[in-house]
């Protein structure tokens, strides 16, 4: 993306990222659940499109806390999704889990 002549811009909490590992672009410290700071964000810069793989994956913990995972997986989303809609942010690129088209006949899924 950078190398197109895109800017990035990641936004993440750091609860199991790691801001070593964003190369390219500016990095925003915060949450998905702040509302506030998603409204200054997208103010500050002119977003069109936004990847989003803030989740939180754990199978397991998500069958023991699934209030935990129903709010940073789906509320969250809609708090972005809400904010995208105010300021014309049109791209939405989700990151969903494989998990959900069960198992393939072969690998890699072909298109048919
Ligand atoms: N790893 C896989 O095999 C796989 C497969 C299919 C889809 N995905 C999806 O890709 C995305 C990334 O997965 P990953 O394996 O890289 O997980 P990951 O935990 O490494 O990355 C998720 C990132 O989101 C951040 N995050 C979580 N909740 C947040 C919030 N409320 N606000 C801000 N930041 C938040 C975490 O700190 C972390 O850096 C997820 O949406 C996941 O469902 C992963």
């Known amino acids: 993306m950078f190398e197109e002549g895109y800017q990035t811009i990641a936004l993440?909490?750091?609860?199991?990222?790691?801001?070593d590992l964003?190369?390219?672009?500016?990095?925003v410290l915060g949450d998905l659940k702040d509302i506030k700071l998603l409204n200054s964000v997208f103010k500050k810069y002119n977003i069109d499109t936004v990847v989003h793989l803030a989740a939180l994956?754990?199978?397991?913990?998500?069958?023991?806390?699934?209030?935990?995972y129903y709010k940073n997986n789906f509320q969250y989303t809609l708090n972005l999704?809400?904010?995208m809609e105010?300021?014309?942010a049109g791209k939405f690129i989700f990151f969903s889990t494989a998990s959900v088209y069960g198992?393939?006949?072969?690998i890699p899924i072909s298109k048919k």
Do not use: C, M, R, Y
């Not at 993440?12 to 801001?19: A, E, P, R, T, Y």
């Open 12 to 19: 993440d909490n750091l609860l199991n990222g790691h801001k």
């Open 22 to 27: 964003i190369k390219w672009g500016e990095f």
């Open 57 to 68: 994956t754990s199978v397991n913990e998500s069958v023991q806390f699934p209030a935990k």
């Open 81 to 83: 999704l809400n904010v």
């Open 86 to 88: 105010k300021f014309n």
């Open 103 to 106: 198992e393939p006949d072969s």
